[in-house]
């Protein structure tokens, strides 16, 4: 018998409404199979349009009103509203006739139009086809006859063409670029809009064309500031930025230092950092923070050249600021020495001394120290900087350190070294910026020095930290684990300024980021553990620790303990009982023993089958704790077992301590298979439960585990399934 046939429905077609102005909408059914063009001529008809070929259909959402294609028509849903406008071409070529022959009002107001048309790729295509672009141009350059409406508009149309692509950024003229940068000197004299296009197309000239030489030469780093100073508006001020950007990253090395030396005077800087920062806002700030923050690339990959006598007389500052009062005398033989007054072997070893109490792995010429890149040169820039400039909290760090009797010194200058490499690389020093980042930092723009503060503000931060480790020499990485950390958190928080980040950082001890590990080592522990795949891998698990539990406790019993005697309800002194379990789990053999002896299975003469038991009975159920007299922690320790016996009917016992009573009763209760419910039970099973989850989860550190699996795919509509060969 053949199977009847399932019908399926067709996933090609779409329901949709088609909208005219001062038209009643049509529904209808769009097959994706078939040409749009074929489609749009049925659309006409059903509204006794002849031309179709100058109509297409347009999305209509707020978010969403670009011109429907083969390309993009896949975008079309069930459901979906599409309105029948002019096609881009016939729009296109109507918008030329206006630019070209209207009359200003209504270029203006076609210009108005264009602004939003632009952003459609199709009409963008149509419109440069057009030499719609080139009107533009000509329009922008003719500033005597152009109004301010037209001027505005027309920027915002070219910039909005030209974010397509499609057209080279070599095509506009010197002349383009002149009024360009006209109308940024005389931003006040022109609308808000004009200064913000006039800039967006002055970044794109420096980056994507040859042009950029003459903006360089033409617009100040004045100017820029100047706006950056007077103008509110978030769109001209990021722009401003942007354009900033585009000069820097174009400039040679002198240029890019010049720039950010103009740019870090404290008016600028201000200026620069402003109110209400958007996320483009602040894109842009990342991005010149890390152009500036490069120029000391060149001194990070920097190697310490033997004959640089700048460094030399560095290092050699950095020894007399830490013992001025020491070395005085011996300045002049080192002086005497570099002259080639000979004895250098001797002069060597007696600064060596010095150059080991400031950290340094080699003392005897520190100068190799600084041979590795990164940090290259940079570090003993920093450190000369901090010790000039806080030469107090410098020569106390290095003189409470070169003194210690015991292994727990922070050595400065190794230390040091390091810790430059590490804040390279938090800062990513030497990298582009990144494309979407937004890693922004105010407080690099506070300060004349920023990167050199903020070492400083460090150094200070990695000896304190360094105590409180009370670390040694093999903790060096540990510590720089812990410090690289404390810098990172307070980096999240954003500091305003470096004084800022100084509270801040000084918040962040060891013992609080200890804290604050384990918080969040707990945390993510707890949110795993509600995922569904931890949940049923606790259930698999489960079973397996409680029968481990279990084993523990008969062996326990197996190895017996010794309980101390009670006479209604009274300890007897030094009398003692012993019960211990049998190896095959069926008997429980007790007697009486001394203090100090444990008696072997033999020498315990009575015996409990444990198929008599008939009962576990704990704390004052207990006979043996009927007595009002009896102290409350004998009877939260009593536990008894009733069997059937014609002398007693209980075997009655008071465990030592609260564990060996959680492990009998818990033994007992295996051995009537009962459940195990003690409070060291529940300690044990959630400890080791934890434990072998942990295990089984190694491979996945780092990953997150959702809460819910992801959905299982619904079955296609239909199982006719192409393979090509």
């Not at 940068?181 to 800039?199: D, H, M, W």
Request: glycine share 4%; hydrophobic share 35%; proline share 4%.
């Amino acid at each position: 018998m053949i199977p009847k046939k399932t019908t399926v429905k067709d996933s090609h077609i779409v329901k949709i409404a088609v909208e005219r102005e001062n038209h009643m909408a049509q529904l209808i059914n769009l097959d994706q199979r078939h040409p749009l063009a074929s489609k749009i001529q049925d659309i006409c008809n059903g509204w006794a349009i002849s031309d179709h070929q100058n109509y297409a259909l347009q999305f209509c959402e707020s978010n969403n009103q670009k011109y429907v294609t083969e390309k993009n028509r896949n975008e079309i849903k069930n459901g979906s509203v599409l309105r029948l406008q002019y096609s881009p071409s016939k729009t296109a070529s109507d918008a030329m006739e206006v630019l070209l022959n209207g009359n200003p009002q209504e270029k203006a107001q076609r210009l108005k139009e264009l602004t939003s048309l632009s952003t459609d790729h199709t009409f963008a295509l149509e419109f440069i086809k057009e030499k719609g672009l080139d009107t533009l141009i000509k329009m922008i350059e003719d500033g005597g006859q152009t109004n301010e409406d037209i001027l505005k508009y027309s920027l915002a149309s070219f910039v909005e063409l030209m974010e397509h692509g499609t057209v080279s950024w070599e095509v506009p003229e010197n002349s383009f670029v002149a009024r360009n940068i006209e109308i940024v000197r005389n931003f006040q004299k022109y609308p808000t809009n004009c200064g913000e296009s006039a800039l967006s197309n002055l970044e794109n000239i420096v980056m994507c064309s040859n042009k950029h030489v003459l903006v360089a030469e033409d617009i100040k780093l004045q100017d820029i500031l100047r706006l950056l100073q007077e103008v509110n508006s978030p769109v001209m001020r990021q722009n401003a930025i942007a354009l900033l950007n585009a000069l820097f990253v174009k400039a040679d090395e002198a240029r890019r230092r010049t720039i950010a030396h103009t740019i870090s005077a404290k008016q600028f800087r201000l200026a620069l950092i402003g109110n209400g920062l958007g996320t483009e806002m602040t894109h842009q700030l990342y991005v010149l923070q890390t152009l500036t923050l490069g120029l000391l690339e060149k001194r990070m990959r920097m190697k310490m050249n033997a004959q640089d006598q700048d460094a030399h007389e560095k290092i050699k500052e950095l020894r007399r600021i830490a013992f001025d009062d020491h070395t005085n005398a011996l300045n002049q033989n080192d002086d005497h020495i570099r002259r080639g007054g000979g004895g250098s072997g001797a002069g060597n070893v007696n600064f060596s001394q010095y150059y080991k109490k400031l950290g340094f792995k080699c003392d005897i010429n520190p100068a190799q120290d600084f041979i590795e890149t990164p940090p290259g040169i940079l570090a003993l820039d920093c450190m000369v900087y901090f010790a000039r400039n806080y030469t107090q909290q410098y020569a106390k760090i290095v003189r409470e350190n070169s003194c210690r009797a015991d292994e727990h010194e922070c050595p400065f200058g190794r230390t040091s070294i390091e810790l430059v490499k590490v804040l390279c690389d938090i800062l990513r020093i030497g990298e582009p910026p990144a494309e979407q980042s937004g890693d922004f930092q105010p407080m690099f723009f506070t300060h004349d020095s920023p990167f050199e503060e903020f070492f400083c503000i460090c150094v200070i931060t990695l000896n304190r930290t360094w105590k409180d480790m009370r670390a040694t020499a093999e903790d060096f990485t540990t510590t720089f684990s812990v410090v690289r950390e404390q810098i990172q958190r307070t980096l999240k928080l954003r500091p305003e300024n470096l004084e800022d980040f100084r509270n801040k950082i000084a918040l962040l001890t060891y013992q609080q980021i200890t804290t604050l590990r384990q918080q969040e080592r707990t945390s993510k522990e707890e949110c795993d553990s509600t995922a569904s795949a931890i949940v049923k891998l606790k259930e698999k698990i489960s079973p397996h620790i409680l029968e481990l539990i279990k084993q523990q406790r008969l062996s326990f019993l197996v190895e017996g303990t010794r309980f101390a005697k009670y006479l209604r309800g009274t300890r007897t002194k030094d009398k003692f009982w012993y019960a211990r379990l049998s190896p095959n789990h069926k008997v429980i053999h007790y007697g009486d023993c001394d203090e100090k002896n444990i008696p072997t299975m033999e020498e315990l003469p009575k015996k409990l089958p444990i198929s008599e038991i008939k009962q576990l009975l704990e704390g004052k159920e207990c006979p043996h704790m009927k007595e009002t007299r009896i102290r409350k922690s004998a009877v939260n320790l009593a536990f008894s077992i009733t069997f059937e016996n014609m002398e007693h009917s209980t075997l009655d016992f008071v465990a030592p301590d609260e564990s060996i009573f959680n492990y009998w009763t818990d033994g007992i209760n295996a051995l009537l298979c009962q459940p195990m419910v003690s409070k060291q039970k529940n300690e044990d099973f959630d400890t080791l439960l934890s434990m072998e989850i942990k295990l089984r989860l190694l491979d996945t550190e780092g990953v997150d585990i959702s809460k819910d699996p992801p959905p299982i795919p619904e079955d296609p509509e239909n199982y006719d399934f192409c393979f090509e060969s």
